[in-house]
C-alpha cells in the first residue's frame, strides 16, 4: 500500500492544482469493501493535490449502480462523476454537456409509419 501511495502523490505533485482526473474501474464493479475503501481513500488522496473533478469509468461489464457514486460524493471533497466510457468521462470533465439526439431523429419515416398504422 505504502508503494501506491508514493505513487499516486508522487504524480499528483507533477500536476498543476486544478487537475482532472479519470479513473477506469475495469473489475466487475466494486464489490468487495476493500475496493470501495481504496477508491474513496484515493479520492481523498488526490482532492488534498487539488484535483478538481473526478471521473469514474465502468466497465461494460460492471453494473451501473455499483458504482457508488453517491456515496463517493457525500465522502469526498470534489465533484465526482460516472461514465460509460473514457470518452464520455473526458467530455464530463472538460464541461461538455451530454449529447442528445433529437426526437426527429427517433421517430420513424413517414413510410414505415403509415404501413404500421394502417
Not at 7 to 25: N, Y
Not at 77 to 89: D, G, R, T
Not at 95 to 110: D, F, Q
Request: net charge neutral.
Amino acid at each position: 500500500m505504502p508503494v501506491y501511495v508514493q505513487k499516486i502523490e508522487s504524480a499528483c505533485r507533477a500536476l498543476v492544482p486544478g487537475f482532472t482526473c479519470v479513473a477506469v474501474l475495469r473489475k466487475n464493479g466494486l464489490l468487495r469493501q476493500i475496493d470501495k475503501d481504496l477508491l474513496f481513500n484515493t479520492t481523498d488522496l488526490i482532492s488534498a493535490y487539488g484535483v478538481s473533478k473526478v471521473a469514474y469509468v465502468r466497465d461494460n461489464q460492471a453494473e451501473e449502480n455499483e458504482i457508488p457514486s453517491i456515496n463517493i460524493n457525500q465522502h469526498s471533497y470534489v465533484p465526482v462523476h460516472c461514465a460509460s466510457n473514457f470518452n464520455e468521462a473526458e467530455a464530463i470533465l472538460d464541461g461538455i454537456p451530454p449529447v442528445v439526439m433529437s426526437l426527429n431523429r427517433l421517430a420513424l419515416p413517414k413510410k414505415i409509419a403509415n404501413i404500421r398504422m394502417n
